[in-house]
């Protein structure tokens, strides 16, 4: 993660795509109280390979010992320092130039993280609360694990986990953007080929579309969607349309499967996180697993289950 230290106060700052520096709190990104600082004073932007430094303002800005032209952009090189409105002022020391990067910022003063596309707190072994960014609205949603209840965090929100606090630093999602040119491909485009031994010990998924073939090994967790799809498939071939296919009780599918609710719903984000990294671009991910009061069941509607050589069920409805 790219950032700057301020020299005068120690305090490390995470740069944004487009980050901004000034006197005015409510409009910069990084805060200058001086009186000599502009309100909007200067701007750091990531160009895609290089980080450039751009003065906005009437007092000037200095990079080590340069003054630079306003309006001009700059590369910024490692240890370089930035001063605001004079160079005399307490400076901006460059700390590091990696690409920018959503970060999850502790504010105890615990280990920060690079965000991928998904992530687990406290931790992956025994998840609380998951973080996932959303394919279809290039947004942030954080989800209670025991509850499955959900809500968009925005750029600065803050949350508590395990007596730690948390916040979320954002970058431009360029990403986003980008994907705004195609229309992206869903997760019920994909079918699901669940396999699992005959004692039903092993289970493991494959998923295919349009001659794209990948392989999701043997997991856990892809039990949990194995038990789901035969139920769904079995409610077919017994006439349920199909907003009633599939449908059980969580506490009974917990019993089932001889787990804990608790366990249950970690295998069911498991399943979630695993599909999410190797499909970063199809939407509709938080379907994978419906929830109606206190039921749920599995939300794809092709697929295929065997057991050893048999294929023991099989749904191809249409997508809803």
Not at 68 to 74: C, D, F, N, P, V
Not at 115 to 128: Q, T
Request: negative net charge.
């Amino acid at each position: 993660m790219a950032q700057m230290r301020d020299l005068g106060s120690g305090r490390v700052q995470p740069l944004r795509a487009h980050h901004t520096f000034g006197r005015l709190a409510d409009q910069v990104d990084s805060c200058v109280d001086l009186a000599a600082v502009s309100r909007i004073h200067a701007a750091i932007e990531w160009n895609g390979a290089a980080w450039l430094l751009r003065d906005l303002s009437r007092n000037g800005t200095w990079l080590d010992e340069e003054k630079l032209q306003t309006g001009e952009s700059y590369p910024l090189k490692l240890g370089q320092e930035v001063r605001f409105g004079s160079p005399q002022h307490k400076g901006w020391q460059v700390d590091c130039l990696e690409p920018p990067q959503d970060l999850l910022l502790n504010q105890d003063g615990g280990q920060t993280f690079g965000l991928e596309k998904y992530h687990f707190l406290p931790n992956d072994e025994s998840p609380e609360l998951a973080l996932s960014l959303s394919a279809e609205d290039g947004q942030w949603h954080i989800e209670d694990i025991s509850t499955g209840e959900s809500r968009v965090l925005r750029h600065g929100d803050s949350f508590d986990c395990h007596r730690q606090r948390w916040q979320l630093f954002l970058v431009e999602h360029l990403v986003a953007t980008e994907q705004m040119s195609f229309e992206p491909r869903h997760f019920a485009d994909y079918e699901f080929c669940f396999e699992t031994s005959l004692d039903e010990e092993n289970s493991r998924l494959n998923l295919s579309a349009d001659g794209e073939q990948i392989d999701l090994g043997e997991r856990s967790h892809h039990y949990v969607l194995l038990h789901l799809a035969r139920r769904r498939a079995e409610d077919a071939d017994n006439g349920l349309d199909v907003n009633s296919q599939g449908w059980v009780d969580t506490e009974l599918l917990a019993k089932e499967l001889g787990l804990d609710a608790g366990h249950l719903n970690i295998l069911i984000f498991r399943a979630r996180k695993q599909l999410a990294e190797a499909l970063p671009a199809v939407t509709g991910l938080n379907k994978l697993i419906q929830r109606m009061r206190g039921r749920l069941r599995f939300g794809g509607s092709c697929y295929s289950v065997c057991k050893g050589a048999e294929v023991t069920h099989r749904l191809t409805a249409k997508a809803e």
